[in-house]
Antibody
Framework: QVQLQESGPGLVKASQTLSLTCTVS??????????WSWIRQPAGKGLEWIGR???????SYNPSLKSRVTMSVDTSKSHFSLKLSSVTAADTAVYFC????????????WGQGTLVTVSS | QSVLTQPPSVSAAPGQKVTISCSGS????????VSWYQQLPGTAPKLLIY???KRPSGIPDRFSGSKSGTSATLGITGLQTGDEADFYC???????????FGGGTKLTVL
C-alpha cells in the first residue's frame, strides 16, 4: 500500500527557510487521481493545513501561509517538497505529509511526521 | 481559534457509546464533505470516516459518522481503552479556499 515518509532538517534558524521532502512509495504517484498535502501540528495543538500539490504541479495554499509557502513535485523521484520562508518560533511543529482526494478532501495515508524546531 | 468547533474533551466508560460533535457553517460543513481522524498519542492522524459517513477498509463499524446541516457527528460504540485518542474533523471551506480542521477532542475511556 501507499506509504509516505517525510525528511529534512529538524532545526531551522529564525528568518531562514524550512525545507522538507515527502517520498511516496508503494503506489502510483503520478496517476493524477490524488493530491499531495502538507499539514502541521504545533505541540499540544490542532492540525493546520498548509497546502496541496498535484502531480501535474498545480498548487493550492492556505491563505494564512500563502505568502511564505512554495510546494514542488518531482515525479521521477515520486516525491514532493515544501519550502516555508521567513520562519519564526510559531512555525515550530510536527510536519506531516499526506495523500488527499480532490473534492472530498480527505487525507489517507499520512506520513509519520517530522518535528521541525525553529531556533533563535 | 479553529473554524470548526469541537468539544475539548469527552469521556465514557468501557463498553459505552460516545459522540463527538463538529460545528461549522454553510461555507464549510454545510456544503462540503466531512472527514474524521483519530490520532493516538505520538502518532500521525488516521482516517476514520470520509465523505460524512463512509468507513475506510479496516475501520470497525463501531465508528460511524453523520452530518446534518452545518454540523457533523462522530459516534463510537463499544468503547475500548485502546480508543483513547484525539479526534479531529476536517472539511473544505469554500470561503477560505482551504481545508480546515476542528480543534480536536480528547477521548478518555474511564
Amino acid at each position: 500500500q501507499v506509504q509516505l515518509q517525510e525528511s529534512g532538517p529538524g532545526l531551522v534558524k529564525a528568518s531562514q527557510t524550512l525545507s522538507l521532502t515527502c517520498t511516496v512509495s508503494g503506489g502510483s504517484f503520478s496517476s493524477g487521481t490524488h493530491f499531495w498535502s502538507w499539514i502541521r501540528q504545533p505541540a499540544g495543538k490542532g492540525l493546520e493545513w498548509i497546502g496541496r500539490i498535484y502531480s501535474s504541479g498545480g498548487t493550492s495554499y492556505n491563505p494564512s501561509l500563502k505568502s511564505r509557502v512554495t510546494m514542488s513535485v518531482d515525479t521521477s523521484k515520486s516525491h514532493f517538497s515544501l519550502k516555508l520562508s521567513s520562519v519564526t518560533a510559531a512555525d515550530t511543529a510536527v510536519y506531516f505529509c499526506a495523500r488527499g482526494l480532490p473534492y472530498s478532501n480527505w487525507f489517507d495515508p499520512w506520513g509519520q511526521g517530522t518535528l521541525v524546531t525553529v531556533s533563535s | 481559534q479553529s473554524v470548526l468547533t469541537q468539544p475539548p474533551s469527552v469521556s465514557a466508560a468501557p463498553g459505552q457509546k460516545v459522540t463527538i460533535s463538529c460545528s461549522g457553517s454553510s461555507s464549510n460543513i454545510g456544503n462540503n464533505y466531512v472527514s474524521w481522524y483519530q490520532q493516538l498519542p505520538g502518532t500521525a492522524p488516521k482516517l476514520l470516516i470520509y465523505e460524512n459517513d463512509k468507513r475506510p477498509s479496516g475501520i470497525p463499524d463501531r465508528f460511524s459518522g453523520s452530518k446534518s446541516g452545518t454540523s457533523a457527528t462522530l459516534g463510537i460504540t463499544g468503547l475500548q481503552t485502546g480508543d483513547e485518542a484525539d479526534f479531529y474533523c476536517g472539511t473544505w471551506d469554500s470561503s477560505l479556499s482551504a481545508v480546515v480542521f476542528g480543534g480536536g477532542t480528547k477521548l478518555t475511556v474511564l
